[in-house]
């Protein structure tokens, strides 16, 4: 048929779209001590925080590029041609009124502020390397709950930002966490007092509109005792010629009781390498959730984690990727059992169309001491065309007896047969695939919150509405 | 012209030829079997007019209402009016029957028109109840861990929701108990009626016990060899396939 054979045309048109620059802090091309101390003073860091940008630079130089296991593709990145800071000068404004012009216009063309009149808590935007709206709901921020940028929770909020920074994530964890640590700028800071319940999620948008750019926004959430909260984000780039950088940092601390969901959609451009280490700490019968959709990006490398810290603490990971032609999605998860009876469950879904790639790595460790821990995971990958690529790398090391493991894994493929039976029903071959896909992630799609599902389903389609010639 | 016309159809899959030179007119409003035995073509004609493309038509026409329908993808086919019941329905995971249908029904409405969702569901349960299905069949995915008898009535189904003109009805009753053949055979004639043109392809003249054609074609070797009225059914019952050969042996020779 001919889908086998098909060339593959991605429909970005959304996010597809810049302006010109108008940026007063610049930060320069290329990394060195000098754009360490160029960011610090930018932003004011206190000493502490620029020594920690240091050792993070450090560190970063001294690691290898992880291509022993992860992907040659990596080696295109060119550290020294990327510019690391880029900002407007100004405050994070709390109305859409007093944000410049352009970029008001950039996120409304993303609908960003229809959104947050419809059904959000708060929102924060980011341009480049730093917010440049955000706000909570009256209502929200009167029980207590902060949100604010990362270096407004630094300024302003010093004694809960330090005790949790970098806690979760250690500098050396590998060498994009360190490079975010060196130049980390923008990201959510986020705490929620005990007992306090969010109704409604938290956005932040992060936009890259600069070429030859790095963003390295860095999210610390700490949800206290018995409190809940759910965060989502979103991203767009323009596709540019040359390759852009992201590589995130994101802590999450779930006290004792407390619910964090974190819900991602990644819809960068396909030349963006999205390299983003996700990491959730969960206390005693605390819950920490990632649900994970990878859409966009040239090479996605991301593994949300969970480490399940106190007794009955509960990990999630529900994970939607997607590859096209000239796309790598490099996903999976992390259930680190720390603490008796705690209970993680992974669940991906990869879909690799034309030449794309989906690779799902996935680590589980549960250690010898520990008593009834269980661990759940299914890994399903749908290939579209012939060309079409997946692969899968468990690793599950449970030690001791008394610990429970399920693993299902499957490889399916959309057949030309249900092609056409979907065609002789009036269908387009586009309409049917897209419908193919959806029905193969329905199941995952219908556990998101409801604006994210009908989100999710239409980036679907438009990836599928390309997708055959 | 409102009919389904084929004229002097050759088909072929790789070398070998399998529909050598078939004729038939299917008017609205009539219900035509085609039967044959074992490799005789009958499926090859049905995958050949909903436009499959593993088969190559090497000659011949086919008219849908004047238009040419062998120019046509087979989703603008499926548009245009021409249904298919198939003999091995696919599945569709995580798809439901409501979800897939409504998505039918869509892709036929011009751009921009939204199918009314109170609307569609009120005509899905009203078929439904003609065919005797439970509402809550509507929430499975589509032929998934379904029984052969539960994938020929969700054919019937999307045939009723669909409201086709012509329908191919491709060897619905094998596989099919008593039973199951009696409610798909209630489902297809309660459609009957002169919007809707039916070819009833079956190996068996058993189904003709209830759905009684207008007419019935014998195909054999890739083309047709008798016509007739419902009585040739009959006739072909009690005296085989190979009074039918002859018939064609003999109709050749006469030519």
């Known amino acids: 048929m001919k889908t086998d054979t098909s060339a593959v045309n991605i429909d970005r048109s959304k996010g597809d779209f810049f302006y010109p620059e108008a940026h007063v802090r610049d930060a320069g091309i290329g990394l060195s001590e000098r754009t360490i101390h160029y960011i610090a003073d930018v932003k004011e860091d206190p000493d502490w925080v620029r020594e920690y940008r240091l050792r993070g630079l450090k560190t970063f130089w001294e690691k290898p590029l992880p291509t022993h296991w992860a992907s040659k593709d990596l080696e295109a990145i060119d550290f020294d041609k990327i510019r690391y800071y880029l900002s407007p000068g100004t405050e994070p404004k709390r109305s859409w009124e007093e944000v410049p012009d352009d970029i008001k216009r950039t996120f409304e063309r993303l609908g960003i502020p229809e959104q947050e009149r419809k059904f959000l808590a708060g929102v924060e935007a980011q341009f480049d390397s730093e917010a440049v709206y955000s706000n909570i709901k009256k209502a929200v921020g009167e029980q207590g709950v902060i949100f604010v940028g990362s270096r407004e929770g630094l300024k302003n909020y010093p004694e809960i930002f330090r005790k949790w920074f970098g806690k979760v994530i250690p500098i050396a964890d590998n060498k994009f966490s360190a490079l975010n640590s060196a130049v980390f700028s923008g990201g959510s800071f986020i705490y929620v007092p005990p007992g306090v319940k969010v109704k409604h999620p938290l956005q932040a948008y992060f936009r890259i509109n600069a070429e030859n750019f790095g963003q390295f926004e860095r999210t610390l959430i700490i949800a206290d005792e018995g409190s809940e909260v759910t965060y989502m984000e979103g991203c767009t780039a323009p596709k540019f010629n040359t390759p852009t950088l992201h590589s995130a940092v994101v802590e999450l601390v779930a006290l004792k009781g407390a619910k964090i969901q974190y819900i991602t959609v990644q819809n960068w451009a396909s030349n963006v390498f999205n390299l983003v280490t996700k990491r959730g700490l969960a206390q005693e019968n605390a819950e920490v959730k990632w649900i994970d959709c990878n859409i966009g990006s040239r090479l996605t490398m991301k593994y949300p984690s969970v480490i399940m810290k106190g007794r009955k603490a509960r990990g999630e990971v529900l994970s939607i990727a997607l590859a096209n032609d000239g796309q790598h999605q490099d996903t999976g998860a992390k259930m680190i059992h720390a603490a008796d009876e705690t209970t993680s469950n992974i669940i991906s879904k990869s879909i690799s169309i034309g030449k794309g790639r989906a690779t799902y790595r996935g680590l589980v460790h549960v250690p010898k001491h520990l008593k009834h821990c269980k661990n759940n995971t299914e890994c399903d990958a749908l290939l579209i065309n012939a060309t079409s690529r997946t692969d899968t790398y468990p690793a599950i090391t449970v030690r001791g007896t008394g610990n429970a493991v399920q693993h299902e894994a499957s490889v399916s493929q959309v057949s030309a047969e249900q092609i056409f039976y979907m065609q002789q029903r009036g269908l387009s071959e586009a309409q049917a695939m897209s419908l193919s896909v959806n029905g193969f992630v329905n199941d995952l799609v219908r556990q998101f919150p409801m604006e994210y599902s009908v989100e999710l389903k239409r980036l679907i389609e438009l990836e599928m509405e390309g997708s055959v010639g | ?255």
């Open chain 2, 1 to 255: 012209m409102k009919e389904l016309a084929v004229e002097n159809l050759h088909v072929a899959v790789g070398d070998q030829e399998i529909v050598r030179g078939l004729g038939l007119r299917v008017p609205r409003g009539q219900v035509h079997a085609l039967m044959g035995p074992n490799g005789s073509g009958k499926s090859t004609l049905a995958k050949v007019l909903a436009g499959h493309p593993d088969y190559r038509v090497t000659a011949g026409k086919v008219w849908i209402d004047g238009e040419n329908l062998l120019e046509l993808d087979p989703d603008e086919r499926a548009r245009r009016g021409l249904f298919m019941a198939f003999q091995y329905p696919s599945e569709i995971p995580g798809v439901t029957i409501a979800n897939f249908l409504r998505a039918a029904l869509q892709s036929r409405l011009p751009e921009g028109e939204e199918l009314e969702a109170t609307d569609y569901y009120a005509k899905l349960y009203e078929k439904m109840e003609l065919l005797g299905m439970d509402r809550s069949f509507t929430s499975r995915s589509v032929n998934e861990g379904f029984s052969g008898g539960e994938k020929k009535r969700t054919e019937i189904l999307q045939l009723a929701v669909l409201e086709p003109s012509y329908a191919v009805l491709d060897e619905t009753d094998s596989g099919l108990d008593i039973d199951a053949l009696k409610t798909v055979a209630h489902g297809v004639n309660s459609l009957r009626g002169p919007d809707l043109g039916i070819l009833l392809i079956t190996h068996y003249q058993r189904l003709l016990n209830y759905i009684v054609p207008d007419y019935v074609h014998v195909m054999v070797g890739g083309r047709i060899v008798r016509s007739g009225r419902k009585e040739l059914a009959l006739e072909l019952e009690e005296r085989g396939y190979d009074w039918a050969r002859e018939g064609a042996l003999e109709s050749a020779y006469t030519r």
